[in-house]
């Protein structure tokens, strides 16, 4: 069998159904195409669709991921709560493990999330 370049990307959710878009505003993704879709590519596997605490971004700011503070020179508005947005699997589970996880959208977290984080600390989040 030749090797494929470009495998197609999975689109299921942590649920087993059909990834569901994560959020348009702001506009989300590794691919920035609103979904929380994965490849190879995605070394931090953005797959985690997250609402938005004021909780949470101040723990991820304090952890060198500044997600509150607008970037114009890449197009990012900066975050505040009840945005949605495609979270890192690890950063979803460390503010797990800190006590400071954001809600998720469990038909619109893509299975891959599975690697990294258990489905039942997921649905334990859900929104």
Known sequence: MPFDPNPPRSNRNVLGG???ECGRDPLTGYFR???CNTD????GLHTVCAVMTAEFLTFSKSRGN?????RPEFQFPGLKSG???CLCAAR???A???????????AACHEATLRIVRLEDLQAHAI
């Open 92 to 94: 979803w589970r460390e």
């Open 18 to 20: 059909r990834l569901e």
């Open 96 to 106: 797990f493990l800190a006590g400071v996880a954001p809600g998720v959208v469990l």
């Open 83 to 85: 945005d949605r947005w």
């Open 33 to 35: 195409d609103g979904c």
């Open 40 to 43: 190879e590519q995605d070394r």
């Open 66 to 70: 500044d997600l509150s503070t607008p």
